[in-house]
């Protein structure tokens, strides 16, 4: 059995906060290395059955990129050029 975590940034506090797909299992570290170690104990605590542990814990980095267009630097461009 696979189990799979969803690990964002968390935007205010800093750090990451993983979340299991399908389970009820959601913990949160201020660095990688300590939700690693976060992520194993919070499904040891899950799975109180050693036949329903999963066997492979899954980490999926989820990360949102905003890109800004900016006219602003055209403009800029196209002042240096002289055009």
């Known amino acids: 059995m696979e189990i799979i975590f969803q ?3 968390d935007p205010v506090d800093g750090g990451f906060v993983a ?9 949160e570290a201020d660095t990688l290395t300590d939700l ?7 499904v040891q605590c ?7 542990m999963p066997k492979i814990i899954r980490l999926h980095f ?6 800004s267009r900016s006219c ?9 050029l002289d055009l």
């Not at 899950?46 to 329903?52: K, L, R, S």
């Not at 602003?72 to 240096?80: F, G, K, M, V």
């Open 7 to 9: 690990v964002t940034e």
């Open 19 to 27: 979340a299991a797909l399908g389970h009820g299992i959601t913990t």
């Open 36 to 42: 690693r170690e976060m992520v194993k104990d919070a």
């Open 46 to 52: 899950h799975f109180h059955d050693a036949e329903q």
């Open 62 to 67: 989820v990360r949102d990129e905003v890109l």
């Open 72 to 80: 602003r630097a055209i403009e800029d461009l196209l002042l240096q």
